[in-house]
């Protein structure tokens, strides 16, 4: 009798252990299937408050997968099931439960991203933030001071002091954080680079080169020149010259500015018109990218105190006002009289 026990007691315990192992084979098969993605790839949204349960049946009644169950017993088994994070997530043609679920698990959701561009100004910037629909925006109708305040930099100017870049974000993100992130990136790059600058050059803080970079940036159409403009500029500060720079004339105008500059618009005086002021403006007058503030660091050395665009992005360098006199009826007037009175660089 207890042989008889014994016998269909193993005979159960090998039945039971060849299910067992039937069963692990199939869950692992079913985790290594390709899933029912069409081949543009689908979004899976987990949202807050969602549990693996939940989101195995999502699959199934979608019929992406065939086995909701497996899909949760598998991750229980590995303890992954407690590590969901919500957000969006990409399905792509070929993906497989196994790469789903640790995707859910590590928290690869969906990118988006905003570019910010050099030479963007503040108001540029909170547009394109405002346009972006994957942003949750929190911001809009504050003023720029009350936007620098939720920031935790009250009292700052805004303009310049956020990195161009592409930021890349999951769908919801505040536009505060968006926000913090290009301030800090131009922050830590200004503190860093800062260590780096060459002796001797003008500018006496971060600040002032993120002023004058700002400059460099708006008046390079050619990025290998940066540093040459850079240079001019440095040359001019150093020898108690006016900037005379048109972006920052057309920034101090701010909506008069209407496409041209005129004789008056160089006259007004403002803290921006660096054709009448000594010195840098107040603030910057856009967002310099990176290797504006390398050129302002790093300028190029040189003789050159002018330049004049010759109409293809790149400029002529000139070191005497007769040499950039000439420069500007060549390239500005095409060979018609002397330069427009109000730009040569007079009282100097």
Do not use: C
């Not at 997968?65 to 992954?80: D, E, F, G, K, M």
């Not at 196994?98 to 540029?124: C, H, M, R």
């Not at 290797?291 to 302002?296: F, K, L, Y």
Request: aromatic share 10%; proline share 5%.
């Amino acid at each position: 009798m207890i042989k008889k026990i014994i016998y269909s007691f193993a005979i159960l315990l090998a039945i039971f252990v060849l299910a067992l192992v039937w069963l692990i084979y199939d869950i692992q098969q079913f985790m290594s299937e390709k899933m029912q993605v069409p081949e543009d790839g689908l979004i899976i949204k987990v949202d807050q408050g969602s549990n693996l349960t939940r989101i195995a049946r999502q699959l199934h009644q979608q019929n992406i997968i065939s086995n909701p169950r497996y899909l949760t017993w598998y991750a229980r088994w590995t303890s992954q099931a407690s590590k969901i994070h919500i957000g969006e997530y990409k399905l792509e043609s070929g993906a497989t439960p196994l790469s789903f679920l640790e995707s859910i698990a590590n928290g690869d959701v969906v990118q988006y991203s905003i570019t910010i561009i050099e030479g963007w100004t503040f108001k540029q910037m909170l547009a394109a933030i405002k346009e972006n629909q994957y942003i949750s925006h929190t911001i809009n109708g504050l003023s720029d001071n009350d936007i620098m305040v939720k920031l935790g930099h009250a009292g700052e100017h805004p303009e310049g002091r956020f990195m161009p870049d592409t930021y890349h974000f999951p769908r919801g993100i505040s536009d505060l954080v968006v926000l913090e992130r290009a301030y800090q990136s131009m922050h830590n790059y200004l503190v860093t680079s800062w260590e780096e600058r060459d002796v001797g050059i003008p500018v006496k803080s971060p600040y002032e080169v993120l002023i004058l970079a700002s400059i460099v940036e708006k008046e390079t159409g050619l990025a290998s020149e940066r540093p040459a403009i850079a240079g001019v500029f440095s040359r001019r500060l150093i020898k108690r010259m006016r900037l005379q720079s048109d972006p920052t004339v057309i920034y101090g105008m701010g909506d008069r500015y209407k496409g041209n500059i005129r004789r008056r618009d160089l006259r007004h005086d403002n803290p921006y018109n660096t054709y009448r002021n000594f010195g840098l403006p107040p603030t910057p007058i856009a967002m310099p990218g990176r290797e504006a503030i390398d050129a302002v660091l790093r300028p190029e050395e040189g003789e050159a105190l002018y330049f004049v665009s010759k109409g293809d992005g790149s400029h002529y360098f000139s070191a005497t006002l007769q040499e950039h006199n000439n420069a500007v009826i060549k390239y500005q007037l095409k060979g018609r009289k002397k330069p427009f009175s109000s730009y040569n660089p007079a009282n100097n």
